[in-house]
């Protein structure tokens, strides 16, 4: 049995729509299917979801989002007609239409797209529609109750051979809709995979699988056959973007893979992520993948004998904690203390978090480097070979790039680089053809 879900690309419109259902109908095993709501049909498109977003901002400023909801509704209209299915779209609209103007929240709307998108996608295969709402169940901080939400989908869809189900949302333990940050259907669709015990989950988008680099900065980057769970979380935490980063987690202690597939080619076999990192480094190639993040601020901190000064490491950290304030990395040495942070943490607060890290450490030096980028190196089979960060470093020296920061997990299996964002796609290139 297959789970499978498709991307904002694949629901685009009435002929993406029948691509899926051609794609779920070729193979009998692909039972469960999740979706999101519709993406771009071209460059000049908008998301239904960022239209509905717009619609919730529209609603709070001027009383009604009359304007922004006729384009949705025309979307979905278009699209039930065009494919000769009846969804009782009409009503369907005319509902949301009227809760929002009853005062829905924002999060009710957004979910919109995707309860509309699966309600086509059920009446096109001819299969029941199982709404999330109840079945996906959030804790009082927003958090995601896994084990709950196994438990009542698990009940839901005992009797239940093939279904549609919409992603993004679920509610909380008043019943109200709550959805996971965007990209979220591809955790519905990891949950739905996970609670019926699939043989694999396949995440359809518009690529053929996942890319050794960013094709916006390498010409034609070769695609990954096989990573593990591993590589994929730190790729896709540094911003290698197929596959929603949270979507691991459900699946990987079940130990079900994830096929990364393409839409709008079939054939391809796509990347297979699995959980055995010896089985993803059977390729032999030293780095599975490259990637990167712009959008970084270091502050480092001096001050002599910091090493003998018991806890000085965690008042740092208590002073970020206090003004909410995450870190990404901490490289240290004997004197001195570097915090990385994302920009989006700093935004006309820096001053003031120095000011409050020098008084709280009493320390000799502050200073800030704002404009920085990081570089994941990532790969199982950097572990076992000697010379992979001197061929990094090198090849970074060749190209002129002054390396700002360096840090290294004891798996191995990552080096992280810190360079100016100047230098920034420069860097990857180095790198990726130093090993490609």
Sequence with gaps: MKVCKFGGTSMANSKTITQVADIIASDASRAYIVVSAPGKRDSADVKVTDALYACAREKQEKGNCDGT?????????????????????????????????????????????????????????????????????????????????????????????????????????????????????????????RAVGAEVYENWTDVDGFLTADPRIISHPAIIDCLSYKELRELAYMGAEVLHPESIFPVRS?????????????????????????????????????????????????????????????????????????????PSGIDTLSLVIRDEYLA???????????????????????GLSLIATVGNNMASRQGTAATIFSALADSHINIRMIDQGSSEMNIIVGVDTFDYEKAINAIYYAFC
């Excluded at 929240?105 to 998108?117: H, P, T």
């Excluded at 529609?129 to 989908?153: A, C, H, N, R, Y």
């Excluded at 002599?304 to 806890?311: A, K, S």
């Design 254 to 330: 079940a130990g079900i893979p994830i096929n990364i597939r393409n839409t709008f080619n079939p054939s391809a076999k796509g990347t297979l992520i699995v959980a055995d990192g010896k089985k993803s480094a059977g390729s032999g190639r030293v780095v599975t993948g490259i990637a990167g993040r712009k959008g970084f601020t270091i502050i480092n901190i001096e001050k002599d004998m910091m090493n003998r000064e018991i806890g000085f490491g965690r008042k740092a950290l208590s002073v970020l904690e206090y003004e909410g304030v995450s870190f990404e990395h901490m």
């Design 69 to 193: 909801f006729a384009v949705i509704e025309k979307r979905f209209s278009d699209i039930e007609e065009e494919l000769g299915v009846d969804v009782g779209m009409k009503d369907a609209l005319a509902e949301v239409k009227s809760n929002i103007e009853a005062g829905a929240g924002v999060d009710y709307i957004a979910s919109r797209g995707e309860y509309l998108s699966a309600r086509v996608l059920a009446a096109k295969l001819g299969v029941e529609f199982v709404d999330t709402q109840d079945l996906i169940k959030f804790g009082p901080k927003g958090e995601l109750m896994l084990d709950l939400s196994l438990d009542l989908l698990r009940a839901r869809l005992a009797d239940c051979e093939r279904a549609v189900l919409p992603g993004f949302y679920g509610s909380d333990k008043e019943g109200n809709v709550k959805t996971f940050s965007r990209g979220g259907s591809d955790i519905t669709g990891a949950i739905v995979a």
């Design 348 to 370: 006309n607060n820096a001053q003031s978090l120095v000011g409050k890290l020098r008084a709280a450490l009493d320390a000799d030096n502050i200073e800030i480097h704002s």
